[in-house]
């Protein structure tokens, strides 16, 4: 079992939907989870962080996170085509990420 | 730009030759890390300096691997004799306990190694 679990995707969604992506790991020693995006040829960057069970929301983007399901979620509301990218989850303190999930809004 | 840089951007190198790749953090930032990634793959860790200390080695991390950061500030990765398998794009991230923890980091553009 990968220490960081993500669907590798494509995951397709129209302009103006909700885009669901999820992450689970494996050590419930995890503090901290990340989602970062990265776009074909750049460097990830980061879109929100989040350390207590439950929602956080930042912009159209809610991070939720389930300790005891050792799960963690971004939800994108009203995707946009500038949203297509790759979405890497990532667990801290052990500095392990995902392989991502790709996102694909069509118009 | 006050980001992280990292140079060269892109770097073509024969089997067996010797390569350098240097990072430079953002200024206020004392850590500063190294990961590699593939295509498809999300950034494996290397290593990460808190300062100039040298904290953690990823396994991952063979002998002919080493990373410097002699004075607290910009750090280097040298490849010696390098290896097909060692091509990749060469990430470098830097982080500060000035926001809520170590734990944000920012990274820099990356530095593509293409090894023939």
């Known amino acids: 079992q990968k220490e960081v679990e993500q669907n590798s995707g494509p995951l397709s969604v129209p302009e103006g939907a909700i885009a669901s992506l999820n992450c689970t790991y494996s050590?419930?020693?995890?503090?901290?989870f990340f989602w970062y995006r990265q776009y074909s040829g750049k460097s990830p960057e980061l879109i929100m962080f989040?350390?207590?069970?439950g929602d956080k929301e930042d912009g159209r983007f809610t991070a939720q996170l389930n300790k005891a399901s050792q799960y963690v979620s971004l939800l994108i509301r009203d995707s946009q085509p500038s949203d297509s990218a790759t979405y890497l989850c990532?667990?801290?303190?052990?500095?392990?990420f995902g392989t991502g999930t790709r996102l694909q809004v069509f118009p | 730009d006050t980001g992280v840089s990292q140079n060269p951007r892109h770097k073509i190198t024969k089997r067996g030759q010797n390569v350098t790749f240097r990072c430079d953090p953002i200024?206020?930032?004392?850590?500063l890390y190294w990961y590699r990634q593939t295509l498809g793959q999300g950034p494996e860790f290397l290593t990460y300096?808190?300062?100039?200390?040298?904290?953690?080695k990823s396994r991952l991390l063979s002998d002919r691997f080493s990373a410097e950061r002699p004075k607290g500030s910009f750090s280097t990765l040298e490849i010696q004799r390098t290896e097909q398998g060692d091509s990749a794009m060469y990430l470098c991230?830097?982080?500060?306990?000035?926001?809520?923890?170590?734990?944000?980091?920012?990274f820099g553009p990356g530095t593509r190694l293409t090894v023939l």
């Open positions: 050590d419930r020693g995890s503090q901290s």
């Open positions: 991230a830097s982080s500060s306990r000035l926001g809520s923890s170590y734990n944000e980091q920012f």
């Open positions: 990532a667990v801290f303190p052990k500095l392990i």
């Open positions: 300096f808190q300062n100039e200390a040298q904290l953690e």
């Open positions: 989040i350390y207590s069970n």
């Open positions: 200024s206020e930032h004392n850590r």
